[in-house]
């Protein structure tokens, strides 16, 4: 069966659209700025109206304003590899496989390289924040004040969003694939990459809408920190078979001298 070359485009061009999304997540997604009764509420809701000032709050966040999140952008790493890794096998099906066996492994290893460096880069970064960002929050007044002026009042709903729209591109770009050629279902690697994707932005999701709106910012750190680690884990995955393929080129290169 020969692969349906529209239907595979499209669900390149709908991973590369979520990739995209989730690296701008930081710059497009507008950042909340709480009113003084939109703070009032929620040291009230949290019982800390007593020891926390509102108007303190409002001045800290004009000097800092609030900051976006991490999850969104974190899942760039999943689905950049993703992303790549199809775009691999969509070259071995279009192109002879005397050419492309040379090249996949090449590619694939500087792919790995860089996800791995870039996702613990990531990873201590979004550890450092969450740690600052519960020693700043349990720190009653004045940490608890900068927590939420900076980070208390997570854009929940935009982020919301976001993600269902990323959702909605991912569920549409395995239905393309899945009717573009029968190899990609049977390829059980890329089926487990794919759930992993889906997963990582469920985790997100569930962690967004999981606690109360001052706390989001944390609960986000800490779905970046899950989405880190899962991209980590296919970075070294990818990294392995990259040097196996490697090794097997430069064997047969070997056997046919």
Same mark, same amino acid.
């Given at each position: 069966?020969? $692969?349906?070359?529209?239907?595979?485009?499209? %669900?390149?061009?709908?991973?590369? $659209?979520?990739? =995209? +999304?989730?690296?701008?997540?930081? *710059?497009?997604? &507008?950042?909340?700025?709480?009113?003084?009764?939109?703070?009032?509420?929620?040291?009230?809701?949290?019982? %800390?109206?007593?020891?926390?000032?509102?108007?303190?709050?409002?001045?800290?966040?004009?000097?800092?304003? &609030?900051?976006?999140? $991490?999850?969104?952008?974190?899942?760039?790493?999943?689905?950049?590899? $993703?992303?790549?890794?199809?775009?691999?096998?969509?070259?071995?099906?279009?192109?002879?496989?005397?050419?492309?066996?040379?090249?996949?492994?090449?590619?694939?290893?500087?792919?790995?390289?860089?996800? !791995? !460096?870039?996702?613990?880069?990531?990873?201590?970064? @979004? #550890?450092?924040?969450?740690?600052?960002?519960?020693? !700043?929050?349990? %720190? +009653?007044?004045?940490?608890?004040?900068?927590?939420?002026?900076?980070?208390?009042?997570?854009?929940?709903?935009?982020?919301?969003?976001?993600?269902?729209? =990323?959702?909605?591109?991912?569920?549409? @770009?395995? *239905?393309?694939?899945?009717?573009?050629?029968?190899?990609?279902?049977?390829?059980?690697?890329?089926?487990?990459?794919?759930?992993?994707?889906?997963?990582?932005?469920?985790?997100?999701?569930?962690?967004?809408?999981?606690?109360?709106?001052?706390?989001?910012?944390?609960?986000?750190?800490?779905?970046? #920190?899950? +989405?880190?680690? /899962?991209?980590? *884990?296919?970075?070294?995955?990818? /990294? #392995?078979?990259? !040097?196996?393929?490697?090794?097997?080129? =430069?064997? =047969?290169?070997?056997? %046919?001298?």
């Amino acid at each position: 069966m020969e $692969l349906r070359k529209p239907l595979f485009i499209a %669900a390149l061009v709908l991973l590369g $659209l979520c990739v =995209l +999304v989730e690296v701008g997540a930081s *710059i497009f997604l &507008p950042r909340p700025v709480a009113s003084g009764a939109d703070i009032a509420a929620s040291l009230k809701s949290e019982g %800390a109206q007593d020891d926390v000032s509102v108007q303190d709050v409002v001045a800290m966040q004009g000097e800092n304003p &609030p900051t976006p999140g $991490l999850g969104i952008p974190y899942l760039a790493l999943v689905d950049g590899l $993703l992303l790549l890794t199809l775009g691999l096998m969509g070259a071995s099906l279009l192109i002879p496989e005397r050419v492309t066996g040379q090249l996949q492994g090449v590619v694939s290893l500087v792919g790995a390289i860089v996800a !791995l !460096l870039s996702g613990i880069g990531m990873l201590f970064g @979004a #550890i450092s924040l969450l740690l600052l960002m519960v020693s !700043l929050f349990t %720190a +009653v007044p004045f940490g608890t004040i900068a927590y939420l002026a900076i980070w208390g009042f997570f854009n929940r709903g935009g982020a919301s969003a976001t993600l269902g729209l =990323l959702m909605t591109f991912k569920v549409a @770009a395995c *239905i393309c694939l899945a009717l573009a050629h029968p190899r990609f279902l049977q390829n059980k690697g890329l089926v487990l990459l794919v759930l992993t994707s889906l997963l990582a932005g469920a985790i997100v999701s569930v962690l967004h809408g999981w606690v109360p709106g001052i706390l989001v910012s944390i609960t986000d750190a800490i779905g970046a #920190i899950v +989405v880190a680690i /899962l991209g980590l *884990i296919w970075a070294v995955v990818l /990294l #392995i078979g990259a !040097l196996v393929s490697i090794f097997r080129v =430069l064997k =047969l290169k070997r056997t %046919a001298t």
